[in-house]
């Protein structure tokens, strides 16, 4: 009997951490390339930039990220890096 629990909460933990893993780690993909884009391609300076962050939405796409410049701090950007940003 306590090796069924055992294996039964650990399957449980597993279906909890893996899609928890899956969302963080492509916040963070995404949020990573839309920095480069804009530091690469538009020329844009790291400082330049106040916020910068992922976000998983409930509609599609699921993945976007969303930035704020410190020139423009009511204005908040929302970029899609799928194929291209």
């Known amino acids: ?3 069924s629990i055992k294996i039964l909460i650990l399957l449980l933990l597993l279906f909890i951490a893996i ?3 899956y969302v963080e780690a492509n916040k963070m993909i995404y949020k990573n390339r839309v920095m480069e884009y804009l530091v690469a391609e538009k020329g844009y300076n790291k400082e330049e930039i ?3 962050k992922g976000v998983w939405g409930k509609k599609l796409p699921p993945f976007y990220t969303t930035v704020i410049f410190k020139d423009e701090p ?3 950007y929302s970029y899609f890096a799928h194929n291209d940003i």
């Open 1 to 3: 009997m306590k090796k």
């Open 19 to 21: 899609p928890t893993i």
């Open 50 to 52: 106040k916020e910068i």
């Open 74 to 76: 009511s204005i908040m």
